[in-house]
């Protein structure tokens, strides 16, 4: 989304497939992490706050050893305030559904950008989407619809958790939010360097949540860990995603990334484990067959964006 784009000799694919498949258990363990942390007592805001705020430095140094400046070509800042507070909107949205639901299951929701991002260009005056696309889509609703279990959820009156119809609004929420901010990426701000655009967007992001957490508007968005469990997790989620971020925007030009990236979709199948073994977070087979059509369908849709 915004990562370097200078020219480098790229890895073998063998290598760059295992530092993606990497790449993505790590942002995959953040979001158990994240978890382990809210049902402790942590606040939403925090997290963000403590992530955001540790990669921005993070990269700020980068920034400062490669010696690269901050100016933005004009006509560009308004929009990469648009971005940077998108960006803000989409991690609030899915840590507040990690929060909630299953994790694996506000990721499944939550990787379906790639599907409204083909929308959203079309609806913009884009490309009209292929009929293989198309059906790519329909598979990945279909295999939702498995993987959320909602002909059960609809079935059933007990209604055992309160929270899941909040839980996948607000990862839906943070699909369209990300959608959106690739959108204006490709659209709007092609011309802005990407260390710049990714320093900016995590500066806007930590701005944002420290306002909203001075302001009250989620009185308890900046509550403290109960417990040295809690801590741990907190400190985990952040060196978790700070390492994998930064990584990715150092190695991001030699991992060929417009044939690669599909692998990057392992995220919510490796969430589906740590969750299963740290949160004891289990699905039915007909979730686990759903999720499987997901990633199947996310794959083909991103490989063929890419190729």
């Given at each position: 989304?915004a990562?370097?784009?200078?020219?480098?000799?790229?890895?073998?694919r063998?290598?760059?497939?295992?530092?993606?498949?990497l790449?993505a258990?790590?942002f995959?363990?953040?979001h158990v992490?994240?978890?382990?942390?809210?049902d402790?007592?942590?606040?939403?805001?925090?997290?963000?706050?403590?992530?955001?705020?540790?990669?921005?430095?993070?990269?700020?140094?980068l920034?400062?050893?490669?010696?690269?400046?901050?100016?933005?070509?004009?006509?560009?800042?308004?929009?990469?305030l648009?971005?940077g507070?998108?960006?803000a909107?989409?991690?609030l949205?899915?840590y507040?559904a990690?929060a909630r639901?299953?994790?694996?299951?506000?990721?499944?929701?939550?990787?379906t950008?790639?599907?409204?991002?083909?929308l959203?260009t079309?609806?913009?005056?884009g490309?009209?989407p292929?009929?293989?696309?198309v059906?790519f889509?329909g598979?990945?609703?279909?295999?939702?619809v498995?993987?959320?279990?909602v002909?059960?959820?609809?079935?059933?009156?007990?209604?055992?958790?309160?929270h899941?119809?909040l839980?996948?609004?607000?990862?839906?929420?943070a699909?369209?939010?990300?959608?959106?901010g690739?959108?204006?990426?490709?659209?709007?701000?092609?011309?802005?360097?990407?260390p710049?655009?990714?320093?900016?967007?995590?500066?806007?992001?930590?701005?944002?949540?420290?306002?909203a957490g001075?302001s009250?508007?989620?009185?308890s968005?900046?509550?403290?860990p109960g417990?040295?469990g809690?801590?741990?997790?907190?400190?985990?989620?952040?060196?978790?995603?700070?390492?994998?971020?930064?990584?990715l925007?150092?190695?991001?030009p030699?991992?060929?990334?417009a044939?690669?990236?599909?692998?990057?979709?392992v995220?919510?199948?490796?969430?589906?484990?740590?969750?299963w073994?740290?949160?004891d977070?289990?699905?039915?087979a007909?979730?686990?067959?759903?999720?499987?059509?997901?990633?199947?369908?996310?794959v083909?849709l991103?490989?063929r964006?890419a190729s």
């Open positions: 989304m990562f370097p784009s200078c020219a480098a000799t790229l890895f073998p063998k290598l760059a497939i295992a530092l993606l498949a790449l258990c790590s995959a363990a953040n992490a994240a978890r382990i942390a809210f402790d007592g942590t606040g939403v805001l925090l997290a963000i706050l403590c992530r955001s705020g540790i990669t921005f430095l993070v990269l700020a140094c920034l400062v050893w490669q010696r690269q400046g901050l100016s933005l070509p004009a006509g560009t800042r308004g929009w990469q648009l971005l507070l998108l960006i909107t989409q991690s949205c899915l507040s990690v639901i299953p994790v694996a299951l506000a990721l499944l929701v939550g990787n950008f790639p599907m409204l991002l083909a959203l079309w609806a913009l005056g490309p009209r292929t009929g293989r696309t059906l889509m598979l990945i609703l279909c295999g939702l498995l993987a959320l279990d002909p059960a959820r609809m079935d059933d009156s007990s209604d055992a958790n309160p899941w119809a839980g996948v609004g607000l990862a839906f929420c699909a369209c939010a990300f959608a959106c690739l959108w204006i990426t490709d659209h709007k701000l092609a011309g802005v360097r990407g710049v655009r990714s320093l900016l967007t995590l500066l806007v992001v930590f701005s944002s949540m420290l306002v001075v009250g508007v989620m009185p968005g900046l509550s403290l417990s040295i809690g801590w741990v997790a907190l400190a985990s989620l952040v060196v978790l995603y700070g390492l994998a971020f930064s990584l925007f150092v190695c991001v030699r991992l060929n990334m044939q690669n990236a599909p692998v990057m979709n995220e919510p199948i490796a969430t589906l484990l740590l969750g073994a740290l949160l977070q289990r699905l039915s007909l979730q686990l067959v759903g999720g499987a059509v997901v990633v199947c369908g996310i083909l991103t490989y964006k």
